[in-house]
């Protein structure tokens, strides 16, 4: 895998130099915290809470940004945008399932670069 295409590896390189020992703790977090937002997303989807939907994605989006995921920040992005100031029709909900499994897909990608770095 390449990690260009998933993190932004320069801002990831610095972060890492800057926290030093608790770097790791911050790695071990957003893959706990990224654990549980996936659920909560599915939830949100099941029971057509698109307000929820939104926030999880908006918090989902900060959080991986935070730790340089861009890809997985671009894709919750994607996922807020589409349920901004709105509330899906019928046929809309298949679209944002749709969303929620590029990110769950994405999320599996990033916890493996990191169990990675975390096992190096």
Known sequence: ???QEHFDNESLQTLQEIMEDEFNELIEL???DSGKRLPAMELAW???NAVGLRMEAHS?????ANVCAR????LNMELE???RDRTPDDSEWQELH???NAIRAETGVVH????QMLQA
């Open 1 to 3: 895998m390449s990690s």
């Open 30 to 32: 957003f893959i706990s």
């Open 46 to 48: 099941e029971t057509r």
């Open 60 to 64: 989902f989006k900060g959080s991986s």
């Open 71 to 74: 890809e997985l920040s671009r």
């Open 81 to 83: 945008d589409l349920l």
């Open 98 to 100: 749709n969303k929620i």
């Open 112 to 115: 493996d670069y990191f169990q």
